[in-house]
């Protein structure tokens, strides 16, 4: 009994975690950190409505192949936002990020690539 108390307390901590706004994600591009890339980690991000110069986001690019992306805001334009990726700067509209790094988890983004997540 005492395994599945575990469990109900472990899924109830995700369900207010989710309900306040946090998410993980699986970047397919951007930053390079000390332990890989960006495509071998998972990021928890949260959600806001206004991010600021200098936030690390994860957002969707133009581009397909390379979205969600993870970078840093370098300028704020109303509801537009500039999101450097290390390579190149892209133009990315509010509704398109999804929310403000929290923490990265490095590697177990290679455990969502293998599930083709």
């Keep these: 009994m005492a395994r599945f108390k575990n469990v109900f307390i472990a899924l109830g901590i995700i369900a207010v975690l ?4 946090f ?3 699986h970047p397919h591009s ?3 950190t000390a332990v890989g890339s960006a495509s071998s980690s998972i990021v928890l991000v949260k959600k806001s409505s206004l991010y600021a110069v200098g936030d690390k986001v994860v957002a969707a690019s133009a581009s397909a192949d390379l979205s969600p992306v993870l970078g840093q805001v370098s300028q704020v334009n109303g509801t ?4 450097g ?3 190149f700067l892209e133009s990315v509209e509010g509704t398109k990020i999804d929310g403000k790094m929290v923490v990265v988890l490095p590697f177990f983004g290679y455990i969502f690539g293998a599930l083709g997540l």
Aim: proline share 0%; charged share 25%.
């Design 30 to 32: 951007g930053f390079k």
């Design 85 to 87: 990726n290390g390579v």
């Design 18 to 21: 989710f309900a306040m706004g």
């Design 80 to 83: 537009k936002y500039s999101v």
């Design 23 to 25: 998410r993980v994600e």
